[in-house]
């Protein structure tokens, strides 16, 4: 993942993206979770009610949450959200389209569909969001990443859902990888600033080193097909990453096997803070977690087992 360039004037950013968020973007970028490879950063909108063409079910505008939100918003009746691609089934390209599908793009279209306003789904490599955050082209991310201290120090959370971690493997485990104690040594590969990468490997690290094991061997890719790709082919032991991703890709390659799945913690919708869209969006959230069309959404893909029945705001993982 190349670290991105900062914006050359913070006067200049909209919608009243703070400072600090601008100066510690280039820092966080290096952190996030859930990478892609995608360039563009053509809008795809999604419907203002129901959806339409996008197989979101209709939810009701919540007046109480859409009286919140900023003055900006309110007048364009437009949220511009950031997501990357390529990693189903949490966000991906429609077959034969340009349409954004996934648990993250429809959960992003059902706040919207809440708040009464207008989605533009805003395709963005995830190393490029929180500096476009800071430059002021997005006004969120809906793209699984988990709320920590450090980001918190720029960015506001508002649990929507929840993921672990999952270890694959060669069909058959030919290495005998059984959890994480067992990628101590191994060549384990990685998606480029990833949570795995940034806190789980330096923890498993000192363990490693605690008992006198070696420590793991990183690669880093900056799209699961690659690691994938590099498993399959002999050249890693494992891959390590988000769950749902991983487990979809499982049912999908034959050459590759789920040895474990571990450590579920919930993901936010990251806000600019000061932006003045935290208050809106958990009131939103809180209710589109109760909905049955929350429930349909995370069931398309296989992911009920996501749901939370809590949208908590600012709960570091």
């Known amino acids: 993942m190349k670290t991105p360039t900062a914006p050359a004037s913070l006067k200049l950013i909209p919608r009243g993206v703070p400072a600090v968020l601008a100066a510690a ?11 892609s490879t995608a360039t563009s950063q053509t809008p795809t909108p999604s419907g203002d009610s129901a959806g339409t063409g996008t197989g979101v079910p209709a939810l009701a505008v ?5 009286q919140l939100l900023p003055d ?5 009746k437009v949220l511009r959200v950031a997501i990357p691609t390529n990693e189903p089934p949490t966000q991906f390209y429609r077959e034969g389209t340009q349409e954004m599908t996934g648990t993250n793009p429809d959960i992003a279209r059902l706040l919207g569909q809440a708040l009464g306003v207008k989605v533009e789904i805003q395709v963005a490599n995830f190393d490029s969001i929180i500096p476009g955050m800071a430059a002021g082209r997005y006004d969120m991310t809906v793209s699984s990443m988990t709320p920590t201290e450090k980001r918190m120090e720029v960015l506001d959370f508002v ?6 971690n999952s270890i694959a493997v060669a069909k058959g485990n030919p290495q005998g990888i059984t959890d994480q104690h067992a990628l101590c040594g191994r060549k384990v590969g990685l998606l480029t600033g990833s949570y795995q990468l940034t806190v789980n490997v ?3 690290d000192k363990a490693c080193t605690a008992a006198g094991k070696d420590t793991i061997q990183r690669s880093e890719f900056q799209d699961t097909r690659q690691a994938i790709s590099a498993l399959s082919s002999g050249r890693l032991d494992a891959v390590l990453a988000d769950s749902p991703i991983l487990n979809f890709a499982a049912t ?4 590759i096997e789920i040895a474990a799945k571990y450590d579920f913690t919930p993901v936010g919708v990251g806000i600019p803070k000061d932006s003045g869209l935290v208050k809106s969006v958990s009131a939103a959230l809180s209710e589109v977690i109760k909905s049955d069309s929350y429930l349909k959404v995370l069931g398309k893909y296989g992911l009920e087992s996501s749901a939370i029945t809590d949208a908590r705001v600012n709960f570091a993982q």
Not at 25 to 35: E, I
Not at 252 to 255: I, L, T
Request: glycine share 2%; aromatic share 6%.
């Open 25 to 35: 973007a280039l820092l966080l970028a290096a952190t996030a979770c859930a990478p």
């Open 62 to 66: 919540n007046d109480a949450a859409a």
């Open 72 to 76: 900006s918003i309110r007048s364009t």
């Open 159 to 164: 649990d929507y859902m929840q993921m672990g």
């Open 202 to 204: 330096p923890e498993y």
């Open 252 to 255: 999908q390659n034959p050459q």
